[in-house]
């Protein structure tokens, strides 16, 4: 009986090994895209509940470039302390939440990050009325922070190294974070730049009373992240993103696509639209599947416009490479 017991239970797992992401995610006919539980500009649901935000079109160009429907994703919000759960489940088969690319969670986690899509790096946000110019003078400061984030461990190693000390407030959900530092309980909130000028931005009752501290004390390299040991997904998300960044430099955009794929005559755009070469059957897809998510998504400078320009983000690091940014696409051919 217990044979039989282990030799089902090989089976089954054979079975769940054999079917692919790709295979579970056509089945299920939506792609399940882990999401921040609510950051503007990275994914938020707006107030129509439409998710919006640089993490959500990662999401709707990989549904776009399988499907060829960019809505067909299911966003399944996390913190930070599920977000990792969730992927190693299985419950999402992409995270796109805002997530710092590092050696722990690549090589220790078991996932694989498919590329960056924000860089970024830590500040700190402190009230006003402190009259704080510098973390250099943040000695002995109560500090809003969450649990399971490099913010974390950097916040400590940054008061260590400066021989500094600051008394954490450690809370797991942003939305109580928030209005514990609004409230006055912290005296600083301290994550990711962007997260910083997001909420200043969106969530702060009047923006004027808080500033935003010049030094950056970590690099952050955000990006979407998938499960080891699927190659083919792991194919499929990292090229959705770069064609997004490919497209910018490409000079597509989801205004002019249709045209461009009628008219151009050059080598690098009628690969990217499927009209020469096989590119979309190498990742199992349909040879349009760019074109789809220029068309239906946009590129990484639409996406950037739409989401993070109204919020007082500036392209800086986040341009193309060739305007002086770190953003880069491996060549698509």
């Known amino acids: 009986m217990k044979r039989l017991f282990l030799l089902a239970l090989a089976f089954c797992s054979l079975a769940h090994a054999q079917q692919s992401t790709l295979d579970a995610v056509r089945a299920r006919g939506t792609v399940a895209c882990g999401t921040n539980t609510g950051l503007a500009g990275f994914s938020q649901p707006d107030s ?65 990050f498919t590329g960056v899509n924000f860089y970024d790096g830590q500040g700190f946000m402190v009230w006003k009325k ?3 110019k510098s973390a250099k003078q943040l000695n002995g400061a109560t500090i809003c922070v969450q649990p399971g984030t490099t913010t974390e461990l950097n916040l400590a190693d940054y008061f260590r190294a400066n021989r500094m000390t ?3 407030v450690v809370i797991d959900k942003l939305e109580e974070v928030l209005n514990a530092y609004f409230a006055g309980r912290c005296d600083v909130f301290t994550t990711d730049m962007s997260g910083l000028v997001s909420v200043r931005g969106s969530r702060a009752p009047n923006a004027a009373e808080h500033v935003i501290l ?25 090229w959705s993103l770069y064609a997004m960044i490919e497209a910018e430099e490409l000079g597509l955009t989801s205004r002019n696509i249709d045209e461009q794929a009628r008219t151009s005559k050059d080598p690098s755009v009628q690969r990217f639209v499927g009209a020469s070469g096989d590119l979309g059957k190498m990742l199992g897809l349909d040879n349009r599947w ?19 320009k109204p919020l007082g983000f500036e392209r800086g690091q986040n341009a193309l490479w060739k305007d002086g940014g770190l953003m880069y696409s491996p060549p698509i051919r």
């Open 48 to 112: 129509k509940g439409v998710w919006r935000g640089i993490d959500v079109d990662v999401c709707r160009a990989v549904a776009a470039a399988v499907f060829g429907d960019a809505s067909k994703v299911r966003y399944v919000p996390a913190t930070t302390q599920q977000r990792f759960t969730a992927l190693q489940s299985g419950e999402v088969d992409l995270l796109s939440r805002n997530t710092t690319w590092s050696f722990s969670r690549d090589a220790g986690l078991g996932f694989n």
């Open 214 to 238: 010049p030094e950056i004390i970590s690099k952050e390299p955000l990006g979407p992240l998938v499960r080891h040991g699927d190659d083919r997904w792991f194919d499929i998300v990292k």
């Open 130 to 132: 402190l009259n704080v």
């Open 166 to 168: 600051f008394k954490p």
């Open 290 to 308: 760019a074109f789809n998510i220029v068309k239906q998504v946009g590129n990484y400078g639409e996406s950037f416009e739409a989401n993070l």
